[in-house]
C-alpha cells in the first residue's frame, strides 16, 4: 500500500574530503599550548588514575630519605655504583615480565613463574658451552647458544598456553618444577661440588667491567643530545602538521631534567668505580624494547591485546601470535638476566636462579608500574621498580637487618604497589562509566 | 509491498534471502535493501531476525538462498573480509574498543599507519581528528585520551568514525547504537547517523527504541518471526502502525508449504 515517493538526499557519492587547513585542531581547549594548560592536563590525568611514574618517583625519594638518614654508607658512590651492578639481573628478567603482564587478559592475570631459573637454564647452558676445551666455545656463541635455549622454553611454555589452554599461572608453575630441577641436574652432573666456574674473561667482565671516565662522558653526553634530538623533532614535527605538542618550556625542562641526572650519576659512578658496563647493556635494551613497544605496530598491538583481546581479533590482530611472541621475548630476556646472574657471581650452582629472585623480579615489574591487569606500563617501568626493588634490600643489608625483616619490607612494599595499581585502574574504570 | 521504486537504485538489495539453522527458519524469503544517502532502520521483536539478517549481509553466516546485489551487481559474501571489501562496515553494540588505548590508536587498530616500520603517529592523528570533524564529532577533548575516559556517546562515535575513515565504505551499519545511552548521549549519536546520511552513506540502523527511529530513518523495514513484514515511509506511518506490525504484521509465507500453495 505505501509507494514510498521521494527519499530527500539525492547524494550518491562517498562523502567530500574534508578541508585540511592547516590550523590547529579543533579539539583543544582554547589557550592551548601554555605550560599552566599543559600541567594542568597532566594534572587531572593523575587525578584520573593515570599515574605514570609518579608513585616510583615518590617511592625513591621516600627510599633515599629513610635510608639517607639512617645509615651514612647508603649514599655514597661506592653503594650506588653497588646499587647498578646489583638490580642488573633483576631488570633484565622484569623487562620480560612487563612484556608478559602487558597481555593480561582482563580479570585473567598472565605471568611467569618460572623466570628465575629458565633465567638459570640459560646461564647454565652458557656456563658449559664456555667451559675450555668442553666444548670450549667462544664467549659469543656460548652467550647465543644460552639464549637461544631460553627462547625456546619461552616458546615452549607459549604454545602449552596458547594452543592447549593451559593457564600461564600454572604452565609456568609446573615450569617452575622443572626448569628447577634440569639446573640441579645439570650442574650435579658436570661438577661434583655443584659449582661450574666461568673461565672467559668477557663473560666475567658483563656484570663485573667498569667504563673508563671518558668513555662514561661519551656515552653519557650522547645519551643526552639523542634524548634532546629525539625530544624536539617530535615537538618540531608534530607543530608543522599542525598538532598539538607539547610546549617547548616543558621540553626544555625534561631535557634538562635528564641531562642533570645523567651528568650527575656519570660524575658519581666516576668518582668511584666508573659507569659499570652492564648499566650500558641494559640501556640499550631498554631502548630496543621501549621503541619495539612504543614506535611499532607490534608494540601497539600487544597493548591492544592486553587492553581487549576481544577488540584485536576483530580489529584482524593475531592474539595468539601475539601472545607466543610475548612469551619469546619473555624467554629471551630470561637467558639475558641468566647470563647476567652468572657473570656477576662468575660461576653457577646448584642454587642459581633460586632465593627470593623470581619474587623481585615481579615485585620490581609490578612496583615500576606495569598494570597486573593488563595493557598499561612501561619496558622502563622494569628498571625502576628493580632499582626500588635493590635500593631496599641493599639499604636494610647496609643496616644489617634481620632476613625476617627484609622479608616483610619487601612483601609490604610489593603489596602498597599492587595497590597504588588497583586503586588507580579503580580510577580510570569510574571515570570510564560515568 | 515496496516495490519498483523510480530513480534511485538500491545500493544493497537482498531478494528473497532465506537462513535456516536446523529446523528453524531464522530468515525466510526476506527483501531488504538500502540506497545511498538513506537511513534504513530495521525493527522487529527479539529473534525476529536482526541480527541474522545483518550477518548474512556481512557475511559471518551466509545466506542458504537468495540473491544479493551490492551496487547493482550481484554479488556473494562470504566473510566480513568481502564484506568489507565491498565497503560495508559493522558497528557492533559492544564497540570493540580497547579501553587502554587512545582514540588514534583505536580508529587504527590493527590498520596501522607505518613509516620504515615505525608507526606514523602524526599521520594517523592527523586523519582520525579529520574524519571526526568531517562528523562533526566535537565533543572529544583530546584524540590522545584513552577511550577508558569517554562517555557511551563518544565512543559510538569513535566507532562509527573508525568504520567510516576506512576509505571505500560506503554502507554503515549500526547494531543498537543507542541502547546504552542517556538521553544526551542518544542526542549525539542519532545526529552523526544522520550525518552519515547526508554525506551519502547507506546507514542501516538496528534499534528497539521506536522513537530513535522515527527521528533518524528515512524508512523501516520490519521483520516478524523470520519474515519480511512491510518497509514503512517514516513520514507517512505512525509508531502504533510499526508496532502493529512487529507484533501481528501480515506474514507473507508459511514456511514448509509449498510456495505456489502461499503465493497470495
Request: hydrophobic share 50%.
Amino acid at each position: 500500500m505505501s509507494e514510498d515517493t521521494d527519499t530527500p538526499i539525492p547524494a550518491q557519492a562517498p562523502p567530500a574530503p574534508v578541508d585540511s587547513s592547516p590550523r590547529t585542531s579543533g579539539f583543544a581547549p582554547a589557550g592551548e599550548g601554555g605550560i599552566g594548560d599543559y600541567l594542568r592536563q597532566r594534572w587531572n590525568a593523575i587525578r584520573a588514575g593515570e599515574l605514570g611514574s609518579l608513585p616510583i618517583i615518590v617511592g625513591l625519594i621516600v627510599i633515599v630519605l629513610i635510608f639517607g638518614t639512617l645509615e651514612d654508607q647508603f649514599l655514597t658512590a661506592r653503594n650506588f655504583t653497588n646499587l647498578l651492578l646489583q638490580m642488573a639481573p633483576i631488570a633484565a628478567l622484569a623487562m620480560g615480565i612487563v612484556f608478559v603482564l602487558l597481555i593480561a587478559d582482563g580479570e585473567v592475570v598472565t605471568i611467569d613463574l618460572s623466570v628465575a631459573f629458565v633465567a638459570a637454564v640459560g646461564g647454565v647452558v652458557m656456563t658449559l658451552l664456555q667451559r675450555p676445551g668442553d666444548p670450549g666455545w667462544p664467549w659469543w656463541a656460548a652467550i647465543l647458544g644460552g639464549l637461544a635455549v631460553t627462547t625456546a622454553i619461552g616458546l615452549l611454555h607459549a604454545v602449552i598456553i596458547t594452543k592447549l589452554g593451559v593457564p600461564s599461572f600454572i604452565t609456568t608453575l609446573a615450569g617452575f618444577l622443572v626448569w628447577s630441577g634440569v639446573v640441579l641436574l645439570l650442574t650435579t652432573r658436570f661438577s661434583t661440588a655443584g659449582t661450574i666456574r666461568i673461565q672467559d674473561d668477557r663473560l666475567i667482565d658483563i656484570a663485573n667491567n667498569f667504563l673508563s671516565d671518558w668513555i662514561g662522558w661519551a656515552i653519557g653526553i650522547a645519551v643526552v643530545v639523542g634524548y634532546a634530538f629525539v625530544q624536539v623533532r617530535m615537538m618540531r614535527t608534530r607543530q608543522v602538521r599542525g598538532l598539538d605538542a607539547k610546549p617547548l618550556g616543558i621540553v626544555i625542562f625534561q631535557i634538562v631534567g635528564v641531562a642533570v641526572l645523567i651528568v650527575w650519576a656519570v660524575a658519581v659512578a666516576n668518582s668511584d668505580r666508573g659507569v659499570p658496563q652492564i648499566t650500558i647493556t641494559l640501556g640499550v635494551f631498554l631502548l630496543f624494547w621501549t621503541f619495539v613497544t612504543s614506535r611499532t605496530a607490534f608494540g601497539r598491538h600487544i597493548y591492544a591485546v592486553g587492553g581487549s583481546p576481544e577488540a584485536a581479533r576483530r580489529a584482524g590482530i593475531s592474539v595468539d601470535g601475539i601472545r607466543v611472541a610475548v612469551f619469546a621475548i619473555n624467554g629471551f630476556m630470561a637467558g639475558v638476566g641468566g647470563v647476567i646472574l652468572a657473570s656477576r657471581l662468575r660461576s653457577v650452582a646448584t642454587n642459581t636462579g633460586g632465593g627470593n629472585l623470581l619474587l623481585n623480579v615481579i615485585a620490581a615489574a609490578v612496583i615500576g608500574g606495569t598494570s597486573l591487569f593488563g595493557g598499561s606500563g612501561r619496558v622502563v617501568s622494569a628498571l625502576y621498580g628493580a632499582l626500588v626493588i635493590t635500593a631496599i634490600q641493599n639499604g636494610m643489608d647496609l643496616l644489617g637487618l634481620a632476613s625476617g625483616t627484609k622479608f616483610i619490607v619487601t612483601g609490604i612494599v610489593l603489596l602498597l604497589a599492587v595497590l597504588v595499581d588497583s586503586i588507580s585502574k579503580r580510577r580510570r574504570t569510574a571515570r570510564g562509566l560515568t | 509491498m515496496s516495490d519498483n521504486e523510480s530513480g534511485a537504485t538500491p545500493l544493497l538489495r537482498c531478494e528473497g534471502v532465506s537462513k535456516a539453522f536446523g529446523a528453524v527458519h531464522a530468515l525466510y524469503k526476506v527483501d531488504f535493501e538500502v540506497r545511498a544517502g538513506e537511513v534504513m532502520a530495521l525493527v522487529g521483536d527479539n529473534g525476529a531476525g536482526k541480527s541474522t539478517l545483518i550477518k548474512g549481509i556481512v557475511g559471518i553466516y551466509p545466506f542458504d538462498e537468495g540473491r544479493v546485489e551490492f551496487d547493482g551487481k550481484p554479488v556473494k559474501i562470504h566473510g566480513p573480509k568481502d564484506a568489507a571489501d565491498l565497503g560495508i562496515e559493522v558497528v557492533y553494540q559492544d564497540l570493540a574498543l580497547a579501553d587502554n588505548l587512545d582514540v588514534v590508536a583505536n580508529m587504527f587498530l590493527g590498520r596501522e599507519v607505518t613509516k620504515a616500520r615505525m608507526l606514523d603517529e602524526v599521520a594517523m592523528e592527523k586523519r582520525s581528528q579529520e574524519t571526526l570533524e568531517s562528523l562533526k564529532v566535537t565533543t572529544l577533548r583530546s584524540v590522545r585520551q584513552t577511550v577508558a575516559g569517554l562517555s557511551g556517546g563518544q565512543r559510538q562515535a569513535v566507532a562509527v568514525a573508525k568504520a567510516v575513515m576506512w576509505g571505500d565504505s560506503k554502507m554503515i551499519i549500526l547494531d543498537e547504537p543507542t541502547a546504552a545511552l542517556g538521553v544526551a548521549q542518544t542526542r549525539q549519536v542519532l545526529d552523526l547517523v544522520g550525518r552519515l546520511a547526508e554525506q551519502g552513506y547507506a546507514v542501516v540502523i538496528i534499534s528497539h527504541n521506536l522513537h530513535d527511529i522515527f527521528e533518524v530513518a528515512d524508512r523501516i523495514t520490519v521483520l516478524r518471526l523470520g519474515q519480511q513484514v512491510g518497509v514503512l515511509d517514516r513520514r507517512e506511518t505512525t509508531q502504533q502502525e510499526v508496532v502493529h506490525a512487529i507484533t501481528a504484521g501480515d506474514m507473507k509465507f508459511v514456511p514448509g508449504m509449498d510456495e505456489e500453495t502461499v503465493q497470495a
